[in-house]
């Protein structure tokens, strides 16, 4: 299995974090992908890519609830990250859209977006997307680099099939399943039903969003197990089938993981 949107570099698991990642290789990840916030997480996160050289990976973005006044002074500073052709970095993110809380800064967000998209199609590299109360807005700004070859990773998918199969129409994307398609009220698991099994990728987003029968607990990446487990089950297959495929989808979008 391979985690692809983790943030245990976080606070969070700053008592456990070594205890939490041999949790993670116990349970049978075995990688963990890891997207930036903003500039206070870079330094925690590649800190813990040199503890566990090649199995975490980083990534470099700004987070859309992370724009704010001095935004392009910050995508300047992690641009210029992304210019070093020895970086470690094998994505663009997390990046987006989220005006579920706030839209105050709703343009900004839209702008940082788009500077993060030509980020993608400048360096090689694929996107790691958060998008929440933001679809329309963020089919929009996607749609002009079409034809640019973008690729990535549409992160923590929860929406309708027909919001599925418009992301999908972006043919280098997969979807990021996480926990939330465990939950039992959840219309996930019909949604997926309609949805290639080669155009998902397991994800925990941890800390957040833990998966049955851990909800409402610290999430970790040991736990991306249960979502395989569900995936196995929403398509009817092995989970060494989900597993091998997932990881497979992984390794298409992510060439730069070694």
């Given at each position: 299995m391979i985690d692809t949107h983790s943030h245990i570099y976080g606070p969070e698991f700053e008592e456990d974090r070594e205890l939490v990642?041999?949790?993670a290789r116990q349970a049978g990840v075995e990688?963990?992908?890891?997207?930036?916030?903003?500039?206070?997480?870079?330094?925690?996160?590649?800190?813990l890519c040199r503890s566990n050289p090649g199995y975490?990976?980083?990534m470099m973005g700004l987070h859309p609830e992370d724009v704010t006044?001095?935004?392009l002074q910050v995508l300047s500073r992690m641009e210029a990250l992304l210019e070093d052709p020895s970086h470690p970095y094998i994505a663009v993110g997390e990046v987006g859209l989220d005006f579920y809380w706030d839209a105050s800064y709703k343009q900004q967000q839209i702008d940082a977006f788009s500077r993060q998209i030509e980020w993608?199609?400048?360096?090689?590299?694929?996107?790691?997307?958060?998008?929440?109360?933001?679809?329309?807005?963020?089919?929009?700004a996607?749609?002009?680099y079409m034809s640019e070859g973008v690729s990535g990773v549409f992160h923590c998918f929860g929406g309708t099939l027909e919001e599925a199969q418009e992301l999908l129409t972006f043919d280098g994307f997969v979807l990021g399943i996480g926990g939330v398609s465990t939950f039992k009220k959840s219309p996930l698991s019909d949604v997926l039903r309609h949805i290639p099994l080669q155009r998902?990728?397991?994800?925990?987003?941890?800390?957040?969003?833990?998966p049955t029968p851990y909800r409402g607990k610290r999430n970790?990446?040991?736990?991306?197990?249960?979502?395989?487990?569900?995936?196995?089950?929403?398509?009817?297959v092995t989970p060494e089938e989900v597993e091998k495929v997932t990881n497979a989808n992984v390794k298409r979008v992510f060439p730069r993981m070694k």
């Open positions: 990642v041999q949790r990688r963990i992908l890891l997207p930036n916030i903003n500039e206070e997480s870079i330094e925690p996160m590649l800190s975490c990976y980083p006044d001095d935004y993608a199609v400048r360096y090689g590299l694929p996107l790691m997307i958060h998008s929440r109360s933001a679809h329309s807005e963020l089919v929009q996607l749609r002009p998902i990728v397991l994800e925990t987003d941890s800390p957040y969003l833990a970790e990446s040991a736990y991306v197990v249960e979502v395989m487990r569900k995936m196995a089950d929403i398509y009817n």
